[in-house]
């Protein structure tokens, strides 16, 4: 079955610490692939999109994804988090051909200071 | 720059009465979508529009929602007779149409809806 999975539900790291999130997809083709961030009570922001081309991609705030083809993944990183980085963090995946995007279970995460 | 809006932000109902939301799409916007997100988990697909055309539903749409688009502007999801697992978040995102190219979805802030 096609699935978006992201291994880790919470997350802590220390303000000023590097980032990686987990994400990965079981699709039959390469699908397009998003990060969304969500603070509390708040909508879905979009951090990063990954359509096509160079596999490193870079967006808001300081983050940036690699999508790896051979492990069907696209992790999120940070070189160095920040407390306001604290939020729920979304992969989600779109097929050609469907409109609907499929997201992941979402990690939390937690800055210490 | 006007983003998407939902309204109301929260909603608290007793089991068996309808609600209904609306979703105002940014305006260049030609397709529409609903999510639901209950607590703990990512958003789940249940609708979308292109302009007044709803062209997929969900099997978790059950026959207890309706949501109609009727001029391809602005949106609204109504819920008959709700039960406690309708309390969820209930998304709404927009995006623009280009031809052969998938479009990111832009969200709003959501409509958190709680039954007693």
């Known amino acids: 079955a096609q699935s978006v999975t992201q291994p880790d539900i919470h997350i802590t790291v220390s303000e000023g610490a590097s980032l990686e999130l987990r994400c990965n997809y079981s699709?039959?083709?390469?699908?397009?692939l998003f990060w969304y961030v969500q603070s509390p009570g708040q909508g879905l922001q979009l951090l990063l999109k990954?359509?096509?081309?160079?596999?490193l991609v870079q967006g808001i705030k300081g983050f940036e994804a690699e999508f790896k083809r051979s492990q069907s993944s696209f992790n999120l990183r940070k070189p160095s988090v920040h407390w306001s980085d604290a939020a729920e963090y979304f992969c989600?995946?779109?097929?050609?051909?469907?409109?609907?995007?499929?997201f992941g279970q979402g990690t939390r995460l937690t800055i210490n200071p | 720059d006007t983003g998407v809006s939902q309204d109301p932000r929260h909603k608290i109902t007793k089991r068996g009465q309808n609600v209904t939301f609306r979703c105002d799409p940014i305006?260049?916007?030609?397709?529409l979508y609903w999510y639901r997100q209950t607590l703990g988990q990512g958003p789940e697909f249940l609708t979308y529009?292109?302009?007044?055309?709803?062209?997929?539903k969900s099997r978790l749409l059950s026959d207890r929602f309706s949501a109609e688009r009727p001029k391809g502007s602005f949106s609204t999801l109504e819920i008959q007779r709700t039960e406690q697992g309708d309390s969820a978040m209930y998304l709404c995102?927009?995006?623009?149409?280009?031809?052969?190219?998938?479009?990111?979805?832009?969200f709003g802030p959501g409509t958190r809806l709680t039954v007693l």
């Open positions: 995102a927009s995006s623009p149409v280009y031809r052969g190219f998938y479009n990111e979805q832009f």
């Open positions: 529009f292109q302009n007044e055309a709803q062209l997929e």
């Open positions: 989600a995946v779109g097929l050609q051909g469907a409109q609907k995007l499929v």
């Open positions: 699709y039959g083709a390469t699908p397009y």
């Open positions: 305006s260049e916007h030609n397709r």
């Open positions: 990954y359509f096509s081309g160079d596999t």
